[in-house]
């Protein structure tokens, strides 16, 4: 099932099917903060009030043309002027291919660059956003290249690849801040585990060189077992519960992001908005087939 969602997010003939279902598009303001940065703004502010954090992700991928490339560009910037004007404690993430990372990798250096710098100028940070495995390599080499002009950027690694463990013992190295999470692309087993218990040992061995690490880094999942673990680790080293922050993605586990928060430590949710959530809602069914099954009640119930 799993997969056969992750299939179906780049198929364009099932998206304009599904689209016909009010239910479908219903779902995805669960997962998506609205269509407007202003909905996207109401949401941070009042993540804030609940002392929650947020990074803002202007929903978008494999861009089609270096235009759209550039329009995100100086979308995401106003979202970086907006931050700032409304003093709220965000930051943003994007996506490579949003940039142009899938039309030359030149194309999304230049792009993020210029994020990145205006981010600096206004005491910001910004999360590179992970895609699937065919833009691994492209994507750290271009975090990396950025990084080593203005370090307010920082990685995303998937702990369901197998290269992951050696990729962020390397970044750690290069003083790289790293966003942990557990991958929700579709991938071979010729690069990824196929078994989630696999995926979840990976997690927990490079959570822990993270968090060993000194630098500030994110661990992102809503999985209760890996959060327990960390919360175990980081105390057993004396690491300060605000020495790294829980992230989780909005619409998923709010009881848990509150109660995180409440214990003291630093929480940050991701909060996509814009019209292009087709993909990004797809990624959230494939992870739990239960959101699915409430979906398809609703349709057949007519
Ligand atoms: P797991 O899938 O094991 O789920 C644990 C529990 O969380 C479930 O039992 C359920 O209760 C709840 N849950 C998880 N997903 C849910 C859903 N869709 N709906 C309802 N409940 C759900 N991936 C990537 O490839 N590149 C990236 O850049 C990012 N960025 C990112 C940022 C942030 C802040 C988060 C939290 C996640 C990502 N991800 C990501 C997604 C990540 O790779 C992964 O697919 C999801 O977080 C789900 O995995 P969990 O770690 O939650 O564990």
Redesign the pocket.
């Known amino acids: 099932m799993r997969a056969l969602l992750l299939y179906l997010a780049h198929r364009e003939g099932f998206k304009h099917f599904m689209l016909k279902f009010e239910v479908f598009r219903k779902l995805a303001w669960r ?1 998506v903060a609205g269509e407007t940065l202003d909905d996207a703004m109401r949401v941070v502010t009042e993540a804030n009030r609940q002392a929650v954090r947020g ?1 803002l992700d202007l929903l978008g991928e494999n861009t089609v043309s270096l235009d759209d490339a550039r329009g995100a560009t100086r979308e995401i910037i106003r979202i970086l002027d907006r931050i700032r004007s409304e003093h709220v404690d965000c930051n943003v ?1 994007v996506k490579p291919t949003q940039l142009g990372l899938n039309l030359g990798r030149e194309h999304c250096l230049g792009n993020l660059s210029s994020i990145v710098a205006h981010a600096r100028q206004l005491g910001n940070f910004v999360r590179v ?3 699937d495995s065919g833009y691994t390599e492209k994507t750290l080499d271009v975090v990396r290249r950025v990084h080593a002009e203005m370090d307010n950027v920082g990685a ?1 690694i ?1 702990s369901y690849l197998y290269r992951s463990e050696n990729d962020a013992r390397a970044l750690v190295k290069e003083g790289i801040r790293i ?1 942990l ?5 579709l991938e071979p087993d010729t690069v990824a585990f196929r078994k ?1 218990a696999d995926t ?1 040992a990976s997690f927990m061995r490079i959570m822990k060189l993270l968090l060993d690490s000194g630098l500030y880094h ?1 661990i ?5 077992a ?1 959060i327990a673990a960390t919360r175990e680790h980081s105390e057993s080293r004396r690491i300060p519960r605000d020495g790294f922050e829980f ?3 909005y619409g ?2 709010r009881d848990l992001q509150q109660e995180l928060a409440r214990d003291g430590y630093n929480v ?3 909060i996509p908005y814009g019209g292009r959530w087709y993909p990004y809602l797809m ?3 494939a ?2 087939p239960a ?1 699915l099954a409430f979906m398809a009640r609703n349709i057949f119930r007519g």
């Not at 999470?181 to 692309?185: E, H, I, P, R, T």
């Not at 992102?220 to 209760?224: G, L, Q």
Request: charge should be positive; aromatic fraction near 8%.
């Open positions: 997962f990074t993430s956003d992970m895609e995303v998937q966003r999470c557990k991958g929700a692309y989630k979840d994110a992102a999942t809503h999985d209760e890996i992230q989780l993605l998923i586990r940050r949710i991701y990624r959230r069914l992870e739990r959101n």
